[in-house]
């Protein structure tokens, strides 16, 4: 028979291990934390530790917590190595970055290897360089945006003046397409990825929208200078002038006809014919004086 004893061990037994633990919001049953432990945990003493670098030994002193890339990037002052360019052993093991001290067996005055590593070196100078192409290639479209913010207002002038009606010089639409095509061969010369090709994606986009716009504009002025050739002033004056023009006289031709048949000796007769130069036909008129 269980005696009162044993049941209340067994319910101290089941409170406590109901103390232990938690249910989380989404109903996962874990292990009840206590957090003035986490808050009060104490760090554990830092350890030293030798590395060495070629015939030279430097002496660091970590936390057996620190992850080894810590260590490395407390080795590139004294090595003159760059942290990613290092590949640091111990027990004849080359450690990861994101490996920890004390879980591999680092303790005080363990003793560590590091050397220099040729293919993290050429990684991350591929990486710089392109680094450098892509800012290079940034500020270049930043340059090319602001120039052709600067052609816009051209546009936006040359169009204003082009919709009222008015005339602007072909010269200066020339000059503007031109200066607008010269950005865009630019902007075709550079070579990126990523966001900075999206960029300049956009200012291509942009240039080509300008340029379409202005050859647009050269068209219309083109009309508009054919027809205002003669001001609209003097084209009244010559239609006026036409309207009240006396029309031109017409030619005529007089003859004379002289018969010495008919008339007697000493006397001579006159006829004369006019014709006129919009008949074809002559209907001469005689006249004779019989004596």
Request: glycine share 6%.
């Given at each position: 028979?269980r ?8 319910m ?5 291990a ?15 934390r ?8 104490i ?14 030994y ?6 057996p ?14 090595t ?8 640091v ?24 290897v590091?050397?220099e ?23 270049a479209i930043s ?14 002038a ?12 072909e ?37 080509q ?9 050269k ?16 084209r009244?004056?010559?239609v ?14 007089e003859?004379?006809?002289f ?10 007769t ?13 209907n001469?008129?005689?006249n004779?004086?019989?004596?």
């Open positions: 028979m005696t009162r004893a044993t049941e209340l061990s067994s101290d037994r089941n409170s406590g109901e103390n232990e633990w938690e249910v989380r919001p989404g109903g996962m049953l874990v292990q009840k206590d957090p003035d432990a986490e808050t009060n945990r760090p554990p003493p830092a350890i030293r530790v030798r590395v060495k670098y070629g015939s030279v430097h002496e660091i002193n970590i936390s917590q620190a992850s080894f890339g810590e260590l490395k990037k407390m080795l590139s002052g004294p003159g190595l760059h942290h990613e360019d290092q590949k052993m111990f027990k004849d093991k080359v450690r990861e970055s994101k490996s920890y001290l004390d879980v591999v067996g680092v303790k005080d005055r363990s003793k560590l590091v050397v590593d040729p293919i993290s070196q050429e990684r991350r100078l591929l990486e710089m360089r392109k680094n450098a192409k892509m800012e290079k290639a940034a500020k340059d090319i945006s602001f120039e052709v913010d600067r052609l816009a207002g051209q546009v936006s040359v169009e204003s003046v082009i919709s009222k009606g008015g005339k602007v010089a010269k200066t639409l020339l000059n503007v397409i031109e200066l607008l095509m010269n950005q865009l061969l630019k902007l075709d010369g550079i070579t990126v990825d990523g966001d900075v090709k999206l960029q300049r994606k956009m200012q291509v986009k942009r240039v929208e300008y340029v379409e716009t202005l050859d647009a504009l068209l219309k002025n083109s009309a508009s200078s054919s027809n205002s050739g003669i001001p609209p002033q003097s009244r004056t010559v006026a002038a036409d309207r009240h023009r006396p029309e031109p006289a017409r030619a005529t031709t003859w004379e006809v018969d010495s048949l008919a008339a007697p000796t000493g006397t001579t006159t006829t004369k014919t006019t014709t006129t130069s919009n008949t074809n036909t002559m001469p008129m005689f004779w004086d019989l004596i």
